[in-house]
């Protein structure tokens, strides 16, 4: 009887879970013990008795009986209240004292430092969903952004007006790589979900679901379909039995499908076009996982930047969303939002698409009049498609190729145009003398078309993609000024969009990242910034090396890739490989491998060419391998420990021109001011990501070396890149390279 709190207050606390809907209006509340309200509600012949925890809102039905409760029955109901799980639920007053909690009493408990940084991140996030702001921060590698972040949407949501946390709209979180979506999902949530239950801060697990697009997925029937046409004895038997086990289990994810090809997986997957007319379509197991996943039940979606994009699209044309209605959006990785924006409001024309969908309209037998037009219209539509790519191909500047651009800007003539316009009207001619059948590629025919008439305008910028790959060339296009169209969609909507990253700040300046999300019209009291250093001890642990005399770049001089080759080559020897050489195109890489291959026969070298995926984890099985690479290697590469303790940056990142960096360049009457608000910025947030491969841990320790002499003491962009990298000893020699990795390292790391 002691737990009982004075019924002075019982009134008061009623009249607050009432208010919040979580109990009928008559409804009577009888005592108060811990932060839980026993509620009683007459039905007429029984009494039905309640319990309400008045903090977090969840409940729990106890019993009815005939008769009101007595004070002599209290102690057994007493004792069933504290066999609740909310019964001891410890709440903090409000939402930053409850972040204090659990960074800093809870976590502890399970191994985790204690960083400031971290919490006063986690109470920034915390703050711009509660006040519906946006919120920019760079935040260095180490200091656990996803920790903090995933913290302040958990306690937002249950400090919520809007009732306890499982009933929330859901947050959306994003990211640009489907390794932090799985990392949140598999190790990030279920552990913060396990150590707040233990501690009484929820009471329940945290869920969330992975949402991708449909080519992601299994279609049950073209799996079948597929399978039975196989030939076991001329298949590949572990393809062949991941197939059966498909099957099997009925999984639909092709991301845990790894003993099936891409070549399968691009056989058996979901079809958008082919969903609506399937016969299975009621029972079909990935339209009963989507009907799921598109509850509101679930407290975290989580996705890619495409994913979330997508979904803007369909609102803003009125069509069905991809996601249930949110409260909140968390963009992770956001530094890669603009690109996932330039994908997604633009538009490609493939080549191979338009004749693979004129093979599959166009009729196996021609005896009726009807079918003859058809296959006459369809074969019409093939030859076009080929002269107009071919006559694009033409118009790429023969300079364009010596680049290693994947981007090649080219020109629509009035001879590609008057093409241009001869398929569109013949492919809506199709639309009109397709049969029943064949109208199930309606869908499929439209998008092509709308795809082809927006090269009928002038308003956008174009280019080509795999030009000398006939048959497989595209056509590309992108709105002159995407971030007007971001300004609409994303920041004018009424609630909080957290954008984080490792690298959306050039010196703590957000200027560039708001501009070219198209933030610049934005209210400054809606944007709030925060910039946060690594925890990481880079003075004690990290060295810079920039050399005072290296040739100005040009990979078209011999020389220069002889000059540079040579040091790279000492820079290997002084730390012994452990090296990772970046550049920024594949040319001068080639070129100076073949080089270093000479200087170096004895040790393993690795070359990261396009579409070689093992070179990564071939290079983390080694021992002291040096790694040559470009592209992908520059960000989101995870290498911790003696294996990467030497990073070669051979050139500055500058971005390779393409035509829409021509059309940015075409804004600026002043050159320099062009360098300054575009490419420099570029430049130094690619340089920060790819030192953010170097030092990953706490007790990492390693070298970056920077070969562009526009870098050096006496260069143009000395400054520039001090300021952008974190405060490191400077050696002066190679002999200080080696000199810092002898104090630093074992002796086994010199074997």
């Not at 958990?154 to 919520?160: A, D, E, K, P, R």
């Not at 991941?242 to 979901?270: H, T």
């Not at 990261?608 to 990564?616: E, F, P, S, V, Y």
């Not at 130094?684 to 870098?711: H, N």
């Amino acid at each position: 009887m002691d737990n009982i709190q004075a019924n002075l207050n019982t009134k008061e606390i009623l009249n607050k879970v009432i208010g919040e809907k979580w109990i009928a209006e008559s409804s009577k509340g009888v005592f108060i013990v811990k932060d839980c309200i026993l509620v009683q509600s007459f039905t007429g012949k029984n009494y039905t008795y309640r319990v309400v925890n008045y903090v977090t809102g969840e409940q729990k039905y106890l019993f009815h009986i005939r008769r009101e409760l007595t004070k002599q029955d209290y102690g057994g109901v007493i004792d069933k209240i504290k066999a609740l799980s909310f019964y001891d639920m410890k709440q903090a007053a409000d939402g930053s004292e409850m972040i204090d909690v659990i960074f800093k009493d809870i976590f502890p408990k399970y191994g985790f430092i204690v960083r400031e940084e971290q919490v006063q991140l986690s109470k920034h996030i915390y703050e711009n969903m509660k006040e519906r702001k946006i919120s920019l921060s760079d935040v260095a590698v180490g200091l656990g952004k996803t920790h903090a972040y995933l913290i302040a949407a958990i306690v937002y949501s249950v400090f919520s007006k809007k009732g306890p946390f499982y009933k929330q709209m859901p947050i959306v979180i994003t990211t640009s790589s489907i390794e932090l979506q799985r990392s949140i999902i598999k190790e990030y949530i279920p552990e913060i979900s396990k150590m707040l239950i233990e501690n009484g801060i929820i009471s329940s697990r945290i869920t969330c679901v992975l949402r991708k697009g449909k080519e992601n997925y299994v279609c049950e029937n073209r799996l079948m379909d597929y399978f039975h046409s196989l030939d076991p004895k001329r298949k590949r038997s572990s393809e062949y039995k991941g197939l059966q086990e498909l099957i099997q289990n009925r999984n639909i994810d092709l991301a845990d499908a790894e003993d099936i090809s891409g070549y399968d997986k691009r056989k058996i997957n979901v079809k958008s076009s082919q969903c609506m007319k399937c016969s299975k379509f009621k029972t079909c197991t990935f339209q009963q996982f989507m009907k799921q996943a598109r509850k509101s039940t679930y407290h975290f979606q989580i996705c890619n930047h495409n994913y979330y994009l997508a979904d803007i699209l369909k609102r803003k044309d009125g069509r069905r969303s991809l996601l249930p209605d949110y409260q909140t959006v968390i963009i992770d990785e956001a530094h890669k939002l603009m690109d996932a924006a330039n994908q997604m409001y633009g538009t490609i024309v493939n080549e191979h698409e338009v004749y693979h969908l004129m093979k599959k309209i166009s009729p196996t037998h021609s005896k009726k009049k009807s079918q003859k037009e058809l296959k006459n219209l369809t074969s019409e539509v093939m030859a076009l498609n080929q002269m107009f790519f071919d006559v694009l191909t033409e118009q790429i500047p023969a300079k364009a190729f010596s680049d290693d651009t994947e981007k090649f800007p080219t020109t629509i003539t009035s001879r590609a145009m008057t093409l241009l316009k001869k398929m569109v009207f013949t492919i809506y001619e199709i639309s009109k003398k397709m049969s029943y059948t064949e109208r199930q590629f309606l869908n499929d025919l439209k998008t092509v078309m709308d795809g082809l008439r927006v090269f009928l305008l002038e308003t956008n910028i174009y280019w080509m993609e795999n030009p000398k790959a006939k048959g497989q060339r595209m056509l590309a296009s992108i709105p002159k000024v995407v971030s007007n169209e971001l300004e609409k969609d994303l920041w004018a909507v009424k609630r909080s969009m957290i954008l984080t990253s490792g690298t959306l700040a050039v010196d703590g300046d957000f200027s560039y990242i708001k501009h070219q999300l198209g933030m610049n019209t934005i209210s400054p009291w809606k944007i709030q910034e925060l910039t946060k250093t690594s925890p990481f001890h880079f003075k004690e642990n990290c060295m810079i090396y920039i050399p005072k005399k290296m040739p100005f770049p040009n990979v078209d001089d011999a020389a220069y890739i002889h000059e540079v080759g040579q040091e790279v080559s000492r820079l290997i020897d002084a730390s012994n490989g452990h090296a990772l050489v970046l550049f920024t195109s594949y040319k001068p890489l080639r070129l100076m491998l073949q080089h270093i291959k000479e200087a170096h026969p004895n040790r393993q070298l690795i070359a990261m060419n396009r579409g070689r995926n093992t070179a990564i984890d071939e290079f983390k099985k080694s021992q002291n391998a040096v790694l040559f690479a470009t592209g992908s290697m520059w960000e989101g590469v995870n290498i911790p420990g003696d294996i990467l303790s030497h990073l070669i940056i051979v050139k500055l990142p500058f971005p390779i021109p393409d035509p829409i960096s021509d059309y940015e360049k075409s804004l600026y009457t002043d050159m320099n001011e062009y360098l300054k608000s575009v490419l420099i910025p570029k430049m130094l947030i690619k340089l920060r990501q790819g030192v953010g491969r170097l030092i990953r841990s706490e007790i990492d320790t390693g070298v970056i070396s920077i070969l562009d002499v526009r870098a050096s003491d006496n260069g143009r962009y000395h400054q520039d890149v001090l300021h952008a990298l974190p405060e490191c000893r400077r050696a002066e020699s190679i002999e200080d390279i080696r000199s810092f990795l002898r104090e630093k390292k074992e002796n086994s790391y010199f074997e």
